[in-house]
């Protein structure tokens, strides 16, 4: 079966630019996550989706990022304007039927540097 | 929500030596995944263990829910097995929270 796909993969952007992040997560899950994960550091949840519900978006910053689901599949993750601090791993990650029981998969990232 | 603190932060190991990483956390957790994240950044799940013990070929992992830690063994390490280690809690069936990662160098 085909694994958490995002893109791109890398991303460099000037500050104040917006930019926008990609994630099919894997088929027949319902749950999608995104986290983001700073050098050195674990990943942090920024918003978790069930179907096309956010269930808790607490840690994501909503003066500059948004998110969408649309049809319960994909996700798009975006932050406008970016600032230098946004500068890290991007993360998706799924599950079958949420976060009770069921072990999370991750995609390989979208790396972003703000210059 | 809790904290996860992960030890040790660092450790170079040579091949073929045994080691064990430990997770604590400060609240009781409904579950409980360690991953290892290879060196191109890639998550894979290793166990997915809310209590008990479970054995997956040299890895394996140990979670006492009472006193609040989990360990990972790693036996007869390989270079392969070098990246970093995090350990992730689900805290009140809502969210995880990740430890900072155990960093392991496994050396030729």
Do not use: M
């Amino acid at each position: 079966e085909a694994g958490v796909v995002q893109s791109p993969r890398y991303k460099i952007i000037e500050k104040k630019q917006p930019v926008a992040f990609w994630c099919n997560p894997i088929s027949g899950h319902n749950t999608l996550y995104w986290y983001r994960q700073n050098l050195g550091q674990g990943p942090e949840l920024l918003i978790r989706y069930e179907n096309e519900e956010a269930v808790d978006d607490s840690q994501l910053p909503k003066d500059r990022f948004s998110a969408e689901r649309l049809k319960g599949v994909d996700s798009t993750l975006k932050i406008q304007p970016a600032e230098l601090g946004d500068s890290a791993v991007y993360l998706c990650a799924s599950s079958p039927s949420g976060s009770r029981d069921d072990t999370q998969y991750f995609g390989p990232g979208t790396r972003l540097t703000v210059l | 929500g809790i904290q996860v603190e992960q030890s040790p932060p660092d450790l170079i190991l040579q091949e073929g030596a045994n080691s064990t990483l430990r997770c604590n956390f400060s609240d009781s957790v409904n579950n409980l995944q360690w991953f290892h994240q290879n060196p191109w950044g890639q998550l894979i799940n290793l166990f997915y263990i809310p209590s008990g013990t479970k054995q997956n070929g040299r890895l394996s992992a140990t979670t006492v829910a009472t006193e609040r830690y989990s360990l990972l063994y790693i036996s007869s390490s390989q270079t392969t097995d070098s990246g970093v280690y995090f350990c992730a809690a689900l805290y009140n069936f809502n969210k995880f929270y990740f430890g900072s990662g155990t960093k392991l160098n496994v050396k030729p």
